[in-house]
Nanobody, 124 residues
Framework: QVQLVESGGGLVQAGGSLRLSCAASGRTFSMYAMGWFRQAPGKEREFVATISWSGGSTSYADSVKGRFTISRDNAKNAVYLQMNSLKPEDTAVYYC?????????????????WGQGTQVTVSS
């Protein structure tokens, strides 16, 4: 079992930055691919970014490419999402997720464990 706890959300002006963190429990964290998803009010949950077990492979949604960076520190059982040049349309609850495979993709159904989410609000 893996438990995930997100932090770092908040209110920021357009053009600003936030860094989300996801703390994971469990000795197998370092073997799992990790992902970030988000869900805005009235919309479906959407993929943001994913990172492989070693951190050597990453993938991003087109909407965040060039602005967001996913990273991980397996020694600290943590994964991060650095968000720069934030836009009002980035406003959502952001979720951290773990896939028991070493590599994953953009489908939420492939992820086995989920955090409770952290709110990010970008004002215009």
């Amino acid at each position: 079992q893996v438990q995930l706890v997100e932090s770092g959300g908040g209110l920021v002006q357009a053009g600003g930055s936030l860094r989300l963190s996801c703390a994971a429990s469990g000795r197998t964290f370092s073997m799992y691919a990790m992902g970030w998803f988000r869900q805005a009010p009235g919309k479906e949950r959407e993929f943001v970014a994913t990172i492989s077990w070693s951190g050597g492979s990453t993938s991003y949604a087109d909407s965040v490419k060039g602005r967001f960076t996913i990273s991980r520190d397996n020694a600290k059982n943590a994964v991060y999402l650095q968000m720069n040049s934030l836009k009002p349309e980035d406003t959502a609850v952001y979720y951290c997720a773990a896939d028991r495979r070493t590599h994953s993709g953009s489908y939420a159904r492939d992820y086995d464990y989920w955090g409770q989410g952290t709110q990010v609000t970008v004002s215009s």
